[in-house]
């Protein structure tokens, strides 16, 4: 089967740093993916690992352990237009033909 | 670079009423991707089209819900008769190909509300 869960909801302060969780099982695996979506608006792409480790894109860092089935997405410097929706995406194997797989999401709010 | 297109933006309609939505991906993108969002919830893939052919419906109500992408470029989704619990937002999203599903570019989706 296939499940995929992260916190539904994180508050945190301007200037903070916050970690959003994700722990996932699927059938297949290849890497996971990140996506931010803002209330109203379209869900976008902000990283992707394919590999164990941390990858780093200015304020954003996400971090993947196959073994563990666990991600993370780490936001530093918090600002308040990063109040949105965070979800984490399970990319299957290209020879298995599978679809990403979006989750409930974590709802993020940055408080002045 | 032009992004997603889609039309119309919003839609109310009554149930049992069609409806249809139409999607242009970005330029050069193989694969074309229907979702539907339901408030509060991610996104749920209806179908996926790698050019003109079908690649994965498993989702997709195939009793009321139709999609076509006749020269593997723009897209329609269909949903006849509509239902109340299909009210929900209608993203289109396309990527280079089939094998770079990590990132997929959102279109800014078709507000459907059944009343």
């Known amino acids: 089967g296939q499940s995929l869960e992260q916190p539904s909801e994180v508050t945190a302060v301007e200037g903070a740093i916050v970690q959003i969780n994700c722990t996932y099982q699927?059938?297949?695996?290849?890497?996971l993916s990140w996506y931010q979506q803002h209330d109203g608006g379209a869900p976008t792409f902000l990283s992707y690992?394919?590999?164990?480790g941390l990858e780093e894109t200015g304020r954003f860092s996400s971090f993947l352990s196959r073994s563990d089935s666990y991600g993370y997405l780490l936001l530093q410097e918090l600002q308040m237009k990063d109040s949105a929706s965070y979800f984490c995406?399970?990319?299957?194997?290209?020879?298995?033909?599978?679809?990403?797989?979006f989750g409930q999401g974590t709802e993020l709010s940055v408080k002045p | 670079e032009a992004g997603v297109a889609q039309s119309p933006r919003y839609k109310i309609i009554e149930k049992r009423q069609s409806v249809a939505f139409w999607c242009n991906p970005i330029?050069?993108?193989?694969?074309l991707y229907w979702y539907q969002q339901i408030l509060g919830q991610g996104p749920k893939l209806l179908i996926q089209?790698?050019?003109?052919?079908?690649?994965?419906d498993s989702q997709l109500p195939k009793d009321r819900f139709s999609a076509e992408r006749l020269k593997g470029v723009d897209s329609t989704l269909k949903i006849q008769p509509a239902k109340l619990e299909d009210s929900a937002v209608y993203l289109c999203?396309?990527?280079?190909?089939?094998?770079?599903?990590?990132?997929?570019?959102f279109g800014p989706g078709t507000r459907l509300l059944v009343l």
């Open positions: 999203a396309s990527s280079l190909d089939h094998d770079i599903q990590e990132t997929q570019y």
């Open positions: 699927t059938s297949g695996f290849y890497g």
């Open positions: 690992n394919a590999l164990d």
């Open positions: 995406a399970p990319v299957p194997p290209y020879n298995q033909g599978g679809k990403l797989i």
């Open positions: 330029s050069g993108h193989a694969t």
């Open positions: 089209f790698q050019n003109n052919g079908v690649v994965d």
